[in-house]
C-alpha cells in the first residue's frame, strides 16, 4: 500500500491549505482514510478520516478543517481553514489494512 500526500507548505495565522492523499496501488474510495498530524515533542493525533460520506473530526479541527473525497482522481482532501500556529505538524494520510499504512508525511506551518 502507498499513500503520497502533497499540498503542504508554511502559511500565515488565518491563512487556508488544501492536503490531499492519493495512491496508486489502492482504491481509497474502499476504505476509512485518515489525517492525522505530529508536532514537535508531541504525539500523532487524528484530526479527520472518512468513509464514503461520513466523516468525523477532531475537535481542534471542527468548523475549520473539511475533509472530502474525489474518486475518480482517488484523492482525498483536507480542507483547513483558519489556520493557527498550534496547527503547525507534520500531517500525514493513513489508511488501516491489518495493520496501519501511512504516506510520507509532509510539513505544515503556521507561522507569520
Known amino acids: 500500500v502507498q499513500l503520497a500526500e502533497s499540498g503542504g507548505g508554511l502559511v500565515q495565522p488565518g491563512g487556508s491549505l488544501r492536503l490531499s492523499c492519493t495512491s496508486s496501488?489502492?482504491?481509497?474510495?474502499?476504505?476509512?482514510i485518515g489525517w492525522f498530524r505530529q508536532a514537535p515533542g508531541k504525539e500523532r493525533e487524528g484530526v479527520s478520516c472518512?468513509?464514503?460520506?461520513?466523516?468525523t473530526y477532531a475537535d481542534s479541527a471542527k468548523g475549520r478543517f473539511t475533509i472530502s473525497r474525489d474518486n475518480a482522481k482517488n484523492t482525498v482532501y483536507l480542507q483547513m481553514n483558519n489556520l493557527k500556529p498550534e496547527d503547525t505538524a507534520v500531517y500525514y494520510c493513513?489508511?488501516?489494512?491489518?495493520?496501519?499504512?501511512w504516506g510520507q508525511g509532509m510539513q505544515v506551518t503556521v507561522s507569520s
Open positions: 493513513n489508511v488501516y489494512i491489518t495493520r496501519n499504512y
Open positions: 496501488t489502492l482504491t481509497l474510495d474502499y476504505y476509512v
Open positions: 472518512i468513509l464514503g460520506s461520513d466523516s
